[in-house]
């Protein structure tokens, strides 16, 4: 069998930039909290935040066509790509007293700590159908024709019969103008037979007319990929002393 494969794709992208939140807090230490743990005019808390979002869709289609150009295999590819990322800055800035008396700094010491989880999920899903179309009227009309052209083309008369079956009767049946334009059709066919068989009995032609177009495959394919990911960063930031 001799096939013929043609492919059609398109491509569908959107994605939403990252956003950001930042809230500063400052509390100064009160003086009766002289033997307690409390923060300075240098001690501050930075919250941040930030979260983006991307979406990628395709969409792909491959036809695999019989010999006389009728489909025989439909193969459908549907893949999603989703991921999200969500970012999050806790920064505090601390005086360097903190660190222990005698310790004097000239810069800042930063120290900073990273956490984060990911996750991927995905999902594939396919499924494998038959199609049983129907034909069109274009095709029910030009077999009508080649079997009429057919029978009046024999040196010997012959009685045509004309066999249709349920669908391709649905299918003529639809439009009153075509169920008409068939009924002459064939009437004019049997006023043709019977003056060529002039009252002697011919050979009868048997023609089955049929509605139902040839079967073919169908192949759906679905694969979706979700990723997330979640990412805190902790950051110590020691404010040296302001100078007396």
Do not use: C
Not at 13 to 33: C, F, H, N, V, Y
Not at 52 to 81: I, K, W, Y
Not at 121 to 132: A, D, E, G, P
């Amino acid at each position: 069998m001799q096939v013929q494969v043609s492919t059609l794709q398109s491509l569908q992208m959107e994605a939403w930039l990252s956003t950001s939140l930042g809230i500063a807090k400052g509390r100064q230490a009160s003086p009766e909290a002289k033997n307690q743990l409390a923060l300075s005019d240098l001690s501050q808390i930075i919250l941040r935040q930030g979260w983006s979002e991307v979406q990628f869709s395709a969409q792909s289609s491959r036809l695999v066509l019989r010999r006389d150009g009728s489909l025989a295999l439909a193969v459908e590819t549907h893949t999603s790509l989703t991921a999200r990322r969500q970012q999050t800055l806790l920064e505090i800035h601390l005086p360097a007293s903190l660190l222990g008396k005698g310790l004097e700094l000239k810069a800042p010491l930063t120290l900073e700590v990273q956490a984060w989880d990911e996750r991927m999920r995905v999902q594939t899903l396919r499924q494998v159908s038959l199609i049983k179309p129907m034909r069109r009227v274009e095709e029910i009309l030009g077999d009508i024709l080649s079997a009429i052209q057919e029978a009046f083309g024999q040196k010997d008369a012959k009685a045509l019969r004309l066999v249709f079956d349920e669908e391709a009767l649905k299918i003529l049946s639809a439009d009153e103008k075509l169920r008409k334009l068939v009924q002459e059709l064939l009437s004019l066919v049997q006023v043709i037979q019977a003056l060529r068989q002039q009252g002697q009995p011919a050979e009868t032609w048997l023609v089955n007319i049929s509605g139902k177009g040839k079967p073919y495959w169908q192949i759906t394919e679905e694969e979706a990929v979700q990723s997330e990911e979640n990412r805190l960063t902790l950051r110590l930031i020691f404010e040296p002393s302001e100078p007396a």
